[in-house]
């Protein structure tokens, strides 16, 4: 096949196979006494697992994969292809935990609009001031400070608060729950809430099948003989 033949099937253009081959995404091409690249039935399996691996897993994942298989590091690719797996739960499990504490908003009384004390809200949650320091620190709690530097916690944070209480009991960790607490204050209402998560859970349902035809693609490439460069 031509760098013509190999694009057409995928929309691209001749300059983008080259620059995929150049940079290691598909095997070498063999040349033609003039000069002219060779591309095989590989070089398509290539092409089609780096091409499936960006959809699944995005550009940086698929370019360390297919580098590393033609660097004959397969461990190496399977590697980065854990880690965009371990990602992706990681992904549903904050899902999951968002839905909790919207669940927890939407059935909760509206907190007071009075300022409470590190002690107060402490007592509150039956939890020590020294727990609450720690979920500032891990960035979930922000408080204001009063005139002689004491911590003060309005509504919003009262609310995450509670969140946080709740969320620990479920034994999330804390960078997990920062993660929640701050999707929770960049989206605002409720309503809008339910909205991004919707469409955050259609990201991952489709992320997810496309891993699944990235690994077809990925096994195809892999068991296709014989392969150049190796």
Same mark, same amino acid.
């Given at each position: 096949?031509?760098?013509?033949?190999?694009?057409?099937?995928?929309?691209?253009?001749?300059? *983008?196979?080259?620059?995929?081959?150049?940079?290691?995404?598909?095997? $070498?091409? $063999?040349?033609?006494?003039?000069?002219?690249?060779?591309?095989?039935?590989?070089? *398509?399996? !290539?092409?089609? !697992?780096?091409? !499936?691996?960006?959809?699944?897993?995005?550009?940086?994942?698929? *370019?360390?994969?297919?580098?590393?298989?033609?660097?004959?590091?397969?461990?190496?690719?399977?590697?980065? %292809?854990?880690? !965009?797996?371990?990602?992706?739960?990681?992904?549903?499990?904050?899902?999951?935990?968002?839905?909790?504490?919207?669940?927890?908003?939407?059935?909760?009384?509206? /907190?007071?609009?009075?300022?409470?004390?590190?002690? #107060?809200?402490?007592?509150?949650?039956?939890?020590? /001031?020294?727990?609450?320091?720690?979920? #500032?620190?891990?960035?979930?709690?922000?408080?204001?400070?009063? $005139?002689?530097?004491?911590?003060?916690?309005? $509504?919003?944070?009262?609310?995450?608060?509670?969140?946080?209480?709740?969320?620990?009991?479920?034994?999330?960790?804390?960078?997990? %729950?920062?993660?929640?607490?701050?999707? %929770?204050?960049?989206?605002?209402?409720?309503?809008?809430?339910?909205?991004?998560?919707?469409?955050?859970?259609?990201?991952?349902?489709?992320?997810?099948?496309?891993?699944?035809?990235?690994?077809? *693609?990925?096994?195809?490439?892999?068991?296709?003989?014989?392969?150049?460069?190796?």
């Amino acid at each position: 096949m031509k760098p013509a033949d190999l694009a057409a099937e995928h929309g691209l253009s001749t300059q *983008a196979i080259r620059n995929y081959e150049r940079d290691g995404f598909i095997p $070498p091409a $063999p040349r033609t006494a003039s000069g002219y690249r060779v591309y095989t039935s590989v070089h *398509a399996a !290539a092409l089609r !697992a780096y091409l !499936a691996l960006v959809a699944a897993h995005g550009r940086p994942v698929a *370019a360390a994969v297919m580098t590393s298989l033609h660097q004959d590091a397969v461990d190496d690719a399977l590697a980065a %292809i854990d880690r !965009a797996h371990a990602q992706t739960l990681r992904d549903r499990e904050t899902l999951a935990a968002v839905r909790e504490a919207v669940h927890h908003l939407t059935t909760a009384p509206v /907190p007071s609009a009075t300022t409470h004390s590190i002690g #107060e809200l402490a007592h509150q949650l039956r939890v020590t /001031p020294a727990t609450l320091r720690d979920w #500032e620190t891990a960035g979930i709690l922000a408080p204001t400070r009063d $005139p002689a530097g004491a911590r003060l916690y309005g $509504p919003l944070d009262v609310r995450d608060a509670h969140l946080t209480h709740l969320l620990r009991r479920g034994g999330y960790p804390l960078p997990h %729950i920062a993660t929640v607490i701050h999707h %929770i204050r960049d989206v605002g209402t409720v309503e809008s809430l339910t909205t991004a998560l919707a469409e955050w859970q259609h990201t991952l349902t489709t992320r997810g099948l496309a891993a699944l035809t990235a690994a077809s *693609a990925l096994s195809s490439y892999l068991t296709s003989t014989p392969r150049p460069g190796r």
